[in-house]
């Protein structure tokens, strides 16, 4: 199979079954090199379901996705083999078993020596994902983490499992090495002190709103830590993007990333071994002519322009 996307000459972007970025629909045994894949799950959501739909809706909106990255001067499409995977299996109504095949899905991936990218769900999904990566890799991750919050929540409700806690989970259970971590378009206000009491323990490196802001988004990119060759996954919580620019968002907060600002930060990180990524947390339900959508399949796009640029 060649792995590629169905041509827009011979069927125009609007037409034919929908894929991510038109791509072979194939099963997770075939000969791909990266797999996408969505995970339809908002059982973890705090405020405004709906992010179950974001694979569909993402899906949709890659119809008008390309290849060649502008400011990497590669084409994904001719470095890599991608597929759609389909959807990795979930129980709505059950987190338990939820999380336990999202892991099972993604550990068979990385034994198959198979990188990915997938499509939210809620955040609370990337911690099974983790969860697996830790266990094949035998280490904690270098992550790169996108959001308005810190997601080191304490638990809600009685219940420790929920979107606003998946970082603080990644970092007990030793699935990221918090000296590794990054997180980008943090902004409050907060519930309280808890979330910033727990970053700063770590010695997680945080990087604020204000801290984009206060400097030109060049300078900004310029003072990007180096990353090294440690497996490294990079986590896009839409919601780091300003409502204006992201309305399709459970948790949305004002005075966040604009588009092209994620866009230069995604376009300047030189990350040496991705093993995986996901965009999460958009809503179709609370979008507006697919917006949020699109910026998902932009993100999916500098993802895998990432590791068409670090072949195996
Ligand atoms: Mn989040
Ligand atoms: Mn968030």
């Not at 259970?173 to 808890?194: F, H, N, S, T, Y």
Request: aromatic residues 10%.
């Amino acid at each position: 199979m060649d792995y590629k996307p169905l041509s827009g000459r011979e069927f125009p972007r609007f037409s034919a079954i929908k894929t991510f970025f038109r791509l072979p629909n194939v099963s997770v045994d075939a000969d791909y090199e990266v797999g996408l894949f969505g995970i339809p799950y908002d059982g973890g959501v705090s405020y405004r379901p709906g992010s179950r739909f974001a694979p569909s809706a993402v899906r949709e909106m890659s119809s008008l996705g390309r290849g060649f990255h502008m400011t990497r001067e590669l084409n994904w499409i001719e470095k890599l083999k991608v597929a759609d995977l389909g959807d990795c299996s979930t129980v709505p109504i059950d987190q338990k078993q939820t999380y336990e095949n999202i892991e099972a899905y993604v550990f068979q991936l990385a034994q198959k020596n198979k990188r990915f990218i997938a499509c939210g769900g809620d955040h609370s999904t990337t911690l099974p994902v983790l969860r697996a990566l830790r266990k094949f890799h035998g280490r904690p991750l270098q992550f790169i983490h996108f959001d308005a919050h810190l997601d080191t929540y304490p638990a809600a409700w009685g219940c420790e499992y929920h979107h606003g806690a998946f970082a603080r989970h990644a970092v007990e259970e030793g699935l990221v090495d918090p000296k590794k971590m990054l997180q980008i378009g943090i902004r409050g206000p907060l519930a309280a002190c808890d979330d910033l009491n727990f970053v700063r323990k770590q010695g997680i490196r945080v990087l604020s709103m204000d801290d984009l802001r206060d400097t030109t988004i060049a300078d900004f990119c310029k003072k990007l830590p180096a990353f090294d060759q440690t497996p490294t996954y990079i986590s896009f919580d839409v919601d780091c993007l300003d409502p204006a620019y992201a309305p399709g968002t459970g948790t949305p907060v004002p005075g966040g990333l604009t588009s092209y600002e994620a866009q230069r930060i995604l376009r300047a990180l030189n990350v040496p071994n991705l093993v995986g990524g996901d965009v999460v947390e958009i809503s179709p339900p609370f979008d507006h002519a697919g917006v949020t959508s699109l910026i998902g399949v932009d993100v999916m796009f500098e993802l895998l322009c990432i590791m068409a640029g670090n072949k195996r």
